[in-house]
């Protein structure tokens, strides 16, 4: 073995190259995105919801770098986002899980300090349980439902829920939440609504704080804000109300690499189903990133990478792997194997891609997959 590693030594130090693209992910302006929203809530404060990875972009390393920025509170959608995330952060960020307290979980969730967000009469029992067996107290987060019908207790509970709180339980209720659903756009009816409903969830339950706002309801004024605010998309750079001038800093930067280029004729057919046909002699390039990258297949005809300030239109259907541009604008022999084009970044934005594909934001961001190489800044 050791002849081999000398006879290749070359080999044997050698790192894989050729990554489909580079997804790099500036921790300071995630920093500063945490700052902003926390001056925004002020004396409030914020929490970081890094549900999904982070939104997609690495739980742990986004994690602490909010951790850093002064964020203590930290919600996850998932029990198991919970557990992988605990190692990877300081004793004193607390983790929240968002999705309730699944059947088989209570004892981990208690030796781990992961909080539940309890949602059930079903679960304030589990919990309140394990603290009886484990003879302690155990922290948890009780949830509201305003209007959304998703998660949490629905208004009929609530005078049960009282009455069954005043004997002790075990359980620490560290806050109450709830959650908006129609925040990004501030003119929508239900806001108000969903608003009323947690001025009366506050005075049912007069020595609970409440956390309500998402990213959009941070701006839809200090009512919403509650003691705790739990911002996502914002913090990851994304525009929190749809329309409106982003007043967040990019975080991300998605650069893909090309694999090889051509010139075709009139008439050249490009990809699956030969949905683009060369109407002159264009010039192509083949990207190594396609829709199990996130690239959407609704980018397909649609979407468009920059080099250099230069729009290249994708041509054709969106693969698996890879994609086509059109790189017949810029100057010859400008590309070739291993130049990186502009996806995400100075000339288009998150919100520019989602919307050429038909989506939002959200879906794109926790879309990307593990195929390219991240790089932390
Ligand atoms: C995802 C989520 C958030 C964060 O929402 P953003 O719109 O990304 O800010 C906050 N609270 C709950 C309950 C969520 O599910």
Same mark, same amino acid.
């Given at each position: 073995?050791?002849?081999?590693?000398?006879?290749?030594?070359?080999?044997?130090?050698?790192?894989?190259?050729?990554?489909? @693209?580079? /997804?790099?992910?500036? =921790?300071? !302006?995630?920093?500063?995105?945490?700052?902003? %929203?926390?001056? +925004?809530?002020? *004396?409030?404060?914020?929490?970081?919801?890094?549900?999904?990875?982070?939104?997609?972009?690495?739980?742990?390393?986004?994690?602490?770098?909010?951790?850093?920025?002064?964020?203590?509170?930290?919600?996850?959608?998932?029990?198991?986002?919970?557990?992988?995330?605990?190692?990877?952060?300081?004793?004193?960020?607390?983790?929240?899980?968002?999705?309730?307290?699944?059947?088989?979980?209570?004892?981990?969730?208690?030796?781990?300090?992961?909080?539940?967000?309890?949602?059930?009469?079903?679960?304030?029992?589990?919990?309140?349980?394990?603290? @009886?067996? /484990?003879?302690?107290? =155990?922290? !948890?987060?009780?949830?509201?439902?305003?209007? %959304?019908?998703? +998660?949490?207790? *629905?208004?009929?509970?609530?005078?049960?829920?009282?009455?069954?709180?005043?004997?002790?339980?075990?359980?620490?209720?560290?806050?109450?939440?709830?959650?908006?659903?129609?925040?990004?756009?501030?003119?929508?009816?239900?806001?108000?609504?969903?608003?009323?409903?947690?001025?009366?969830?506050?005075?049912?339950?007069?020595?609970?704080?409440?956390?309500?706002?998402?990213?959009?309801?941070?701006?839809?004024?200090?009512?919403?804000?509650?003691?705790?605010?739990?911002?996502?998309?914002?913090?990851?750079?994304?525009?929190?109300?749809? @329309?409106?001038?982003?007043?967040?800093?990019?975080?991300?930067?998605?650069?893909?690499?090309?694999?090889?280029?051509?010139?075709?004729?009139?008439?050249?057919?490009?990809?699956?189903?030969?949905?683009?046909?060369?109407?002159?002699?264009?010039?192509?390039?083949?990207?190594?990133?396609?829709?199990?990258?996130?690239?959407?297949?609704?980018?397909?005809?649609?979407?468009?990478?920059?080099?250099?300030?230069?729009?290249?239109?994708?041509?054709?259907?969106?693969?698996?792997?890879?994609?086509?541009?059109?790189?017949?604008?810029?100057?010859?022999?400008?590309?070739?194997?291993?130049?990186?084009?502009?996806?995400?970044?100075?000339?288009?934005?998150?919100?520019?891609?989602?919307?050429?594909?038909?989506?939002?934001?959200?879906?794109?961001?926790?879309?990307?997959?593990?195929?390219?190489?991240?790089?932390?800044?």
């Amino acid at each position: 073995m050791d002849d081999f590693n000398s006879k290749f030594s070359l080999l044997a130090s050698a790192e894989p190259t050729g990554a489909c @693209g580079y /997804l790099t992910v500036d =921790l300071s !302006a995630l920093r500063r995105n945490y700052a902003k %929203m926390a001056s +925004l809530v002020a *004396p409030g404060s914020a929490a970081a919801v890094v549900k999904a990875d982070a939104y997609g972009l690495g739980a742990g390393p986004v994690s602490n770098a909010f951790y850093d920025a002064g964020c203590r509170h930290f919600f996850v959608a998932q029990f198991q986002e919970a557990m992988a995330l605990r190692p990877q952060l300081a004793d004193d960020g607390q983790i929240f899980v968002l999705n309730g307290l699944q059947p088989g979980n209570e004892e981990l969730a208690a030796i781990h300090h992961i909080v539940p967000v309890l949602n059930s009469f079903d679960q304030v029992r589990r919990w309140s349980q394990m603290a @009886g067996k /484990l003879r302690t107290r =155990l922290p !948890a987060v009780l949830q509201f439902d305003s209007g %959304m019908s998703r +998660l949490g207790f *629905p208004p009929e509970d609530r005078r049960e829920l009282r009455s069954l709180l005043q004997s002790d339980q075990g359980l620490d209720i560290l806050f109450m939440m709830s959650h908006l659903a129609s925040a990004d756009e501030p003119e929508h009816a239900q806001n108000a609504d969903q608003l009323a409903a947690v001025k009366s969830i506050c005075q049912e339950f007069p020595d609970l704080r409440i956390s309500f706002a998402n990213s959009a309801g941070v701006f839809l004024g200090d009512n919403y804000h509650g003691f705790l605010a739990r911002p996502g998309l914002a913090l990851y750079g994304g525009a929190p109300v749809g @329309g409106a001038a982003n007043p967040m800093q990019p975080v991300i930067r998605l650069d893909i690499s090309v694999i090889q280029t051509r010139t075709v004729n009139a008439g050249a057919r490009v990809g699956y189903g030969a949905a683009y046909v060369a109407s002159g002699e264009r010039r192509l390039a083949t990207l190594a990133a396609g829709y199990a990258d996130g690239l959407l297949r609704s980018l397909s005809d649609r979407g468009a990478v920059f080099y250099q300030g230069v729009r290249l239109p994708i041509v054709g259907r969106v693969s698996m792997d890879s994609m086509t541009v059109d790189v017949t604008d810029l100057p010859d022999n400008t590309l070739s194997l291993g130049s990186l084009v502009e996806m995400i970044g100075p000339h288009q934005t998150l919100e520019d891609v989602a919307a050429a594909a038909g989506t939002i934001a959200y879906e794109l961001l926790t879309s990307l997959g593990q195929r390219y190489h991240r790089r932390y800044i």
